[in-house]
């Protein structure tokens, strides 16, 4: 039984990135349709917080500590990293490229987590163990398939005739757009990365200090639905910027608040709990795996040799990293026994 219990995080893991996948190609259409980026942040976070707070309330009412002013900061700051800047960046992000590329740049969460986890003593390397150079390895193998992905193209995979007349004509027309659109495009990408690995981070320092998942995530909801707000009427005041034309955008809003912000962000605070951020962050690239396999097809985007091999390269770097890290926890796990042990033979 506490074998199985170990494989949760995994699936619960699994499932995040599976909605998390469904949530980025949904995004793709918000930003199609034209809908401010701060103003579905704000309606996103805000059904976020409406259906997280009640589940705070009634699941966490026994165990739910003293909330104090530092951790208000920290879950103001969470608010600002992990919600409003990190999705403000990738709806940028999406807008100029495409659902599936946008997700290749989480690719390199796991590594950006990793290495700002080490000076911060949250992440520990022993090179003269094996676990320490898996995690190194695979560490690297994924920097290798990230690189490849972003810089390599390749042939594309799949003809679709109606979409690329279309792309060929606008470029005809518009000489050097798709070119600055991708850079636009991919700078933001790698700004969002950034935020979303320091996030794992702070979220690992919040979790030790108030272990609530729901209430965590609520409130930063709430503080990231304030924050997009305020910034909305600072720069457009107009009325019209708030009305969501199509009824698709509403239920978009409504899964994407309670999903893809809300369940999914509590799962994953979980996981940091359990498992740590690297462990956490190591599945982001299963998000760009499962888009593919909804935005090839059905949205017709264009998949490349580039994103292929780089994608399996990914992964094989993030079952080294797995078992670097898994082997890490059963020798931790192994000197627990053995210290216990030996303290029960010491006392007389």
Request: charged share 15%; aromatic share 12%.
């Amino acid at each position: 039984m506490k074998r199985v219990t170990e494989w949760y995080p995994v699936i619960a893991m699994v499932a995040i990135d599976t909605a998390f996948s469904i949530s980025n190609i949904l995004l793709k259409k918000v930003v199609n349709d034209g809908i401010d980026h701060l103003v579905f942040i704000t309606y996103r976070q805000s059904v976020s917080a409406i259906f997280l707070f009640p589940l705070a309330y009634f699941l966490e009412r026994g165990s739910r500590p003293k909330l104090t002013f530092s951790i208000l900061c920290n879950l103001f700051m969470s608010a600002v990293i992990g919600a409003s800047v990190t999705q403000y960046l990738f709806l940028l992000g999406i807008e100029y490229t495409s659902a599936t590329f946008s997700c290749a740049f989480l690719n390199l969460v796991p590594v950006l987590t990793f290495i700002l986890a080490l000076p911060f003593g949250l992440e520990r390397v022993s090179i003269k163990c094996s676990s320490g150079r898996g995690k190194v390895a695979g560490a690297l193998v994924c920097v290798g398939g990230a690189i490849l992905l972003t810089v390599y193209k390749g042939v594309p995979l799949f003809h679709f005739p109606v979409v690329a007349q279309s792309m060929e004509r606008h470029m005809l027309v518009h000489p050097g757009f798709g070119r600055e659109r991708w850079t636009i495009g991919s700078v933001a990408l790698f700004a969002g990365t950034i935020c979303w690995s320091s996030w794992f981070l702070l979220q690992a320092h919040i979790g030790r200090r108030y272990p609530c998942q729901y209430s965590t995530t609520a409130i930063m909801a709430l503080f990231s639905a304030l924050q997009a707000a305020v910034l909305t009427f600072s720069i457009d005041r107009r009325l019209s910027v708030w009305v969501l034309g199509n009824k698709s955008d509403i239920l978009i809003v409504l899964y994407s608040g309670m999903i893809g912000s809300g369940l999914c962000f509590v799962g994953m605070s979980w996981c940091v709990k359990k498992r740590g951020p690297v462990f956490t962050a190591a599945f982001s690239p299963l998000v760009q795996i499962m888009a593919a396999l909804y935005d090839v097809p059905v949205m017709h985007e264009q998949l490349h040799l580039g994103s292929v091999i780089g994608s399996v390269i990914v992964i094989v770097g993030l079952y080294i990293m797995l078992w670097g890290k898994d082997r890490e926890m059963s020798h931790n796990q192994q000197k627990l026994v053995e210290g216990n042990e030996e303290m029960k033979i010491s006392i007389p």
